[in-house]
């Protein structure tokens, strides 16, 4: 395990980062408004509302296996694969003495993951826009770590976008 993976490599510090080192002019115009039915937006269609994504806030109690780094990843790797989003990348982090965050980056969107496992509780975060299915996360999440309540608040972001 890395002690000091939220510090920069050796190699970044004697390569120059590709961000930007002067000012650059972006020319801005008016908004192009495209009618609904001709948009390849990827938003989503909830309880037949229009939106950019629906956004689930979970919060797990009791839970167990909340310092199992491996548990952690391959659990949000099933969320992907039970919401059938599609994975871009992945990564994890364990906390000294104890807790993890994650993030699963997906085509669309991201799944998350916070432990504080001395009390049994993590906070996730899952939005996912287009087809993905957000709510086949809540069940793994629950039988993988095992918790003993499961708080699920939804959003549906951008409904007027």
Not at 29 to 50: C, K
Not at 73 to 81: A, F, G, I, K, P
């Amino acid at each position: 395990m890395r002690q000091n993976a939220l510090l920069r490599s050796d190699k970044s510090l004697r390569n120059p980062g590709a961000a930007r080192t002067k000012p650059v002019p972006v020319p801005v115009s008016a908004p192009v408004v495209v009618p609904v039915g001709e948009r390849d937006d990827h938003f989503a269609l909830r309880h037949g509302v229009r939106c950019a994504g629906v956004h689930l806030i979970i919060d797990l109690h009791g839970a167990k296996g909340l310092d199992d780094i491996d548990l952690v990843e391959t659990t949000l790797r099933r969320c992907v694969d039970a919401a059938q989003a599609t994975l871009l990348h992945i990564h994890v982090h364990h906390f000294q003495p104890n807790g993890i965050s994650g993030v699963a980056v997906l085509a669309e969107s991201h799944i998350s993951i916070h432990t504080w496992p001395e009390v049994g509780y993590a906070a996730m975060d899952v939005f996912m826009c287009g087809n993905a299915n957000p709510d086949a996360c809540v069940p793994v999440l629950e039988e993988a770590f095992q918790a003993g309540r499961v708080e699920v608040n939804e959003l549906l972001r951008g409904q007027d976008a």
